[in-house]
């Protein structure tokens, strides 16, 4: 009884305590309630949290290729160590390829199973242990994007990848520094590792990409925004005005057909029933005809034919016989020669001779009587 009787005075001072206290929260302002403080991190999960550990046992497995059975089989032990740090069991199969992690008696955690199948995925998805093990913390989480099934066309497909990752891997690094994520292309999946919100930025890159919105585009927009965070008072405000916005430069018209239809009228009644073969030779009288008079008129419609067959053919024949049609020539008068253009026919004809007299490379009459008279001194002086 004297135990109740003290308790009593320090309980009814916890309450007045709390009453107190409930009124200085309220005056707060809600601005200051909504913010989180700068470098604020939420309490790591403890055993003491959940002394009595989980219920039941919680498990998951996941497959692998074959070509990343080497890198596992080397790094499985260092996966072993670190789950068990957390009482993770884990297991790899590698006839069946797969790998499976499932919780014990000890664990007390129930999101590390969560983390723990979040790591054989990326392992799987050929991210480096290094990278991968990050997971475990509370402060990381991953997303495994799923690109192959968003562009149909193979061709397509690989280089809108490879605009992802850019040249020499520029454009991924660029991304990477600005979300502060790790980024993995491999196959058909893009595996990101980091912070929520940069979770987020990247998932967005990586859909527009596979969309035909070049990277460069959302990497100019997150950098503007960075810039932004970083003045206290923009933090508040909307940030569209500073957003660039892209449009659309090279809009492909639709290519109108060569050939056009043209819808006709709508009418309620049905077009006129055609006539039939039966019809039509009763209205020219040949259904009365006996078959030797069918039988003589199709033999005179052949031969009509033929002779008018006959008849072209002879007149493109004949036409290579007739004279194409010559020209009138125009009679002119001989122009009279100018008194400019006139010939000195006596200085032509002095020329012409001079020309016969002259050989080609023979010597002129004059240097051959010379040449004589050389020849004659020297046989003197001998």
């Known amino acids: ?7 009593g005075p320090t309980v009814a001072s916890g309450k007045s305590e709390l009453r107190s206290a409930k009124p200085t929260s309220e005056n707060r302002d809600e601005s200051e309630l909504l913010t989180v403080p700068d470098g604020w991190k939420e309490p790591a999960f403890s055993k003491e949290d959940n002394p009595r550990g989980l219920l039941e046992e919680s498990s998951f497995a996941t497959l692998f290729p074959k070509y990343r059975e080497a890198y596992l089989k080397e790094c499985w032990p260092l996966v072993q160590k670190a789950l068990n740090e957390h009482h993770v069991n884990a ?15 000890k664990t007390f955690d129930p999101y590390i199973i969560i983390r723990a199948r979040d790591l054989i995925k990326l392992l799987a998805r050929s991210v480096s242990f290094e990278q991968a093990i990050r997971i475990l913390q509370d402060d990381v989480a991953c997303d495994i994007i799923k690109i192959g099934s968003l562009v149909r066309n193979k061709e397509r497909f690989v280089k809108r990848r490879q605009r992802l990752i850019g040249p020499k891997g520029s454009t991924l690094k660029a991304l990477e520094l600005l979300t502060n994520c790790y980024i993995m292309v491999q196959g058909n999946t893009v595996s990101a590792i980091g912070p929520f919100s940069g979770l987020k930025e990247v998932r967005k890159v990586v859909l527009d990409t596979m969309k035909n919105i070049h990277p460069i585009y959302n990497i100019k927009t997150l950098m503007i925004k960075r810039e932004l965070a970083k003045d206290s008072e923009l933090r508040s405000q909307s940030w569209e005005r500073f957003l660039p916005q892209f449009k659309h430069k090279n809009v492909n018209k639709r290519k109108e057909p060569k050939k056009k239809t043209v819808k006709k009228e709508y009418t309620p009644f049905p077009p006129p029933q055609p006539e039939s073969q039966v019809d039509k030779e009763l209205a020219s009288g040949e259904y009365f005809l006996k078959a030797s008079q069918k039988k003589r008129q199709k033999m005179e419609a052949i031969k009509a034919k033929q002779a008018e067959a006959l008849s072209k053919r002879q007149e493109e024949r004949n036409k290579a016989f007739i004279p194409p049609k010559e020209k009138p020539v125009h009679l002119k008068k001989p122009k009279e020669a100018s008194t400019e253009t006139k ?7 002095e020329k012409v001779k001079k020309a016969k007299n ?17 020849d004659e001194k020297k046989k003197k002086k001998k």
């Open 343 to 349: 010939i000195d026919v006596a200085a032509l004809k």
């Open 91 to 105: 297991t790899l199969d590698l006839i069946e390829g797969s790998m499976t992690v499932c919780t014990t008696k």
């Open 1 to 7: 009884m004297a135990s109740s009787k003290q308790n």
């Open 358 to 374: 002259k050989k080609l490379g023979a010597l002129t009459a004059e240097e051959v009587k010379l040449k004589m008279e050389a």
